[in-house]
């Protein structure tokens, strides 16, 4: 039995999924968000006095750093941002990024390619910005930043702030039956205005990812009310699937 459309409208947004240390205040660097594999001198530290120099570390001696989302829908556009403060000595050693296992970029830093800020006199230290964008199709994100120095921190070390990751989803999924079984109808960014006033099925569950709304309006259902969800929703009682307009 086909059930009537009414009126849908979805949002596609950019959304800042995590942030972390993007201020000059250090209980705003919160390091324990972070899986840290190996060696760490301070939970937070500070270099000079002017902006941008509150860090989490430092961190050194072939030291692994690991942020990791276990589960996410697949397909969508990430955009990622982090500093990385280099300390000391450093003798053209490496320090690598990677997302999913795949090196994104690398920082390779001499001992003297900046002035001397904080730590040890005489050696230069610098922060360094980075960026990337990509489209994630698996269901995990995992970024791992691991420095190949091997002397002491005392010597030569890294930090790092201004984490920001944001998603921007692409796609919504309707099913037919609760708990996100049965038949799927998906709607994406871009997709065309459907010019049908029915649908085979009711929608009995809806799965989003992070940085989307999904605006409903329906007279046959809520009392005629607009209902908006900004998540999933495992189980909906009696809605009938209404219709779509792009945003």
């Known amino acids: 039995m086909k059930h009537s459309i009414s009126f849908l409208k979805i949002l596609f947004l950019r959304s800042v ?5 993007i201020t000059d205040n250090e209980n705003d660097c919160i390091y324990s968000d972070f899986q ?13 006095s002017s902006y ?36 000391d000595s450093w003798d053209d050693e490496v320090l690598e990024i990677r997302i999913n296992n795949v090196l994104m970029g690398k920082l390779v830093a001499g001992n003297n390619d900046y002035p001397d800020v904080c730590r040890i006199d005489n050696w230069g230290d610098h922060l360094y910005p980075f960026s990337f964008q990509f489209y994630l199709t698996d269901t995990q994100f995992t970024l791992t930043i691991k420095d190949f120095l091997d002397q002491s921190l005392a010597d030569e070390s890294w930090g790092l702030r201004d984490f920001v990751l944001k998603l921007s989803s692409s796609c919504v999924n309707f099913y037919s039956e609760c708990n996100y079984s049965g038949e799927l109808f998906q709607i994406c960014k871009g997709d065309k205005t459907t010019r049908s006033t029915s649908l085979p099925y009711e929608i009995k569950s809806i799965m989003m990812d992070y940085g989307i709304i999904v605006k409903i309006k329906d007279p046959n259902q809520f009392g005629g009310a607009l209902q908006e969800y900004s998540s999933s929703q495992p189980c909906i009682s009696g809605y009938q699937f209404p219709k779509y307009i792009p945003q």
């Open 17 to 21: 999924l995590y942030q972390n240390c």
């Open 52 to 87: 941008n120099n509150v860090f989490m570390g430092p961190f050194g001696l072939k030291t692994l750093v690991t942020y990791n989302i276990p589960y996410l829908l697949p397909n969508k556009q990430v955009d990622l941002s982090f500093g990385i403060w280099k300390f």
């Open 36 to 48: 840290i594999a190996g060696t760490i001198e301070s939970n937070t530290g500070t270099c000079g």
